[in-house]
């Protein structure tokens, strides 16, 4: 077992930011309005991700850190229809088999909550805690069980760069929760959770780039298109402000990416990557989700209809400022 977690966690757990992503979602999908991550040294050696999400039982919490234990698929029709970001039930297993992890959560029904201690996937303390409504989670020292994998990990710097992104990609995702990374106890980055996309926008990239964008509405048939893109000045050296989701998931395509090339290059010399938010809302069927276990590539039915609306969302947006 605790190898079968090793080597699943080979598939899920990458890198912090991989780890970040997977309880950030978790806390999403217990509809969390608010969620705090804090991170040491990258999150190499630690990470702690808060929320006031619904939290769990006893048993549930007990549940939880066994493989495959999802809450969120009950039959298999569900698979075909999945609102939640996790579905698997793999990733506290794997996060608590290469890492000291702890679980401290509480029911919003239950007077006490539960203490989980694990260390390299073997339980080490189970306990009664007090706690307020919602979910803890720590990982400390990932993969200190498996040197090969903590070899491979970059500097704490650019490890906390991928958590930076990744948070910034999920609020913008979710502007209706409000995100906080603390790196090294300082506050990187803070989300107000008004549920406008512009105000998330503005938390991430400044108030005088918000003022900046270009909104995006868009549909052709059962594909909507939403969200925004910057005037053609606002461009950045590599993609690191182009947020795609689907269905409220956040997703990276080079499909996708280079239908906006094209929108902006149809118009314009090409002189870096634009700022973009795009977010796209297709019928569940028409989009698998399934094909990646870190679920960040999506598959449509239907590539090119998706690549055209993108690109006449944009070009259309484009058009429009000026005028
Ligand atoms: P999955 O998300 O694929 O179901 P996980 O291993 O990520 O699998 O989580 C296992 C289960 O633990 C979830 O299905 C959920 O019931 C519970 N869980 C995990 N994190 C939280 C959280 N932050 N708040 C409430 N429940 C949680
Ligand atoms: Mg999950």
Redesign the pocket.
């Known amino acids: 077992e605790t190898t079968a977690n090793k080597i699943a966690a080979g598939e899920v757990v990458e890198r912090p930011a991989s780890v970040v992503k ?2 950030v ?3 999403i ?2 509809q ?1 309005h608010f969620i705090e991550v804090e991170i040491v040294d990258g999150g190499i050696n630690y990470i702690r ?1 808060s ?1 006031d ?4 039982c006893a048993a ?2 007990r ?3 066994l ?1 495959h ?5 009950r039959t298999a029709d569900d698979l075909y229809n999945i609102q ?12 608590a088999a290469v890492s000291r992890f702890t ?1 401290t ?1 509480r029911l919003h029904s239950e007077p006490i909550g539960t203490y989980i201690e694990i260390q390299g996937g073997q339980v080490t303390d189970m306990r009664e805690a007090g706690r307020n409504v ?4 720590t990982v400390s020292d990932l993969f200190f069980n498996t040197p090969a994998r903590r070899k491979f990990l970059k500097t704490p710097a650019t490890e906390s760069a991928y958590i930076h992104d990744i948070l910034g990609k999920i609020a913008l995702a979710r502007p209706d929760i409000a995100i906080k990374l603390i790196n090294n106890k300082r506050q990187v980055l803070a989300t107000t959770g008004t549920g406008r996309l512009l105000d998330a926008a503005a938390s991430l990239y400044g108030y005088k780039a918000a003022a900046e964008l270009l909104p995006l509405d868009y549909s052709d048939g059962d594909i909507h298109i939403t969200g925004y893109v910057g005037k053609p000045h606002l461009v950045k050296s590599s993609r690191q402000w182009q947020t795609w989701t689907v269905n409220g998931r956040t997703i990276s395509s080079r499909m996708l990416s280079k239908a906006l090339d094209n929108a902006y290059h149809s118009l314009l010399p090409k002189n870096g990557f634009p700022l973009a938010i795009i977010q796209i809302v297709i019928p569940s069927d028409k989009v698998d989700v399934n094909v990646h276990p870190q679920k960040s590539e999506v598959k449509f039915s239907d590539e090119q209809a998706v690549f055209r609306a993108v690109y006449k969302a944009v070009l259309s947006a484009l058009q429009a400022a000026k005028g």
């Open positions: 997977e309880l979602e978790n806390s999908d217990a969390s991700v929320d999400g619904i939290g769990m549930d919490a549940l939880a850190i493989r234990a999802t809450s969120k698929i939640s970001l996790g579905f698997r039930g793999e990733a506290l297993p794997s996060i679980l959560t919602g979910t803890t989670v």
